[in-house]
């Protein structure tokens, strides 16, 4: 029998790599967090919800410089990338 685990190593793991998610300046990471949990107020006190998950994180790292305006980064990455901002 095959969990989740398997199955999306199976299936969903070969695809991100023939996508080309595996080579730089792309990454893919399995089974991470992505916030902290929401924070309720109780009291004087707070308690924290449980984290979100995601199962597989897509990432491009791409070198552009910050120090232009506001957009300016997006601009960049359209020129090298060919991306399409909507």
Known sequence: MTNEADTCRKFVVPRLQSAGWDSEPHSIAEQRTI???????VGKGFVRK????VDYLAALHAGFSARRGRGEGQLQIRDRRGVEFH
């Open 35 to 41: 916030t902290d949990g929401r924070v309720i107020p």
């Open 50 to 53: 449980p984290p979100k998950r």
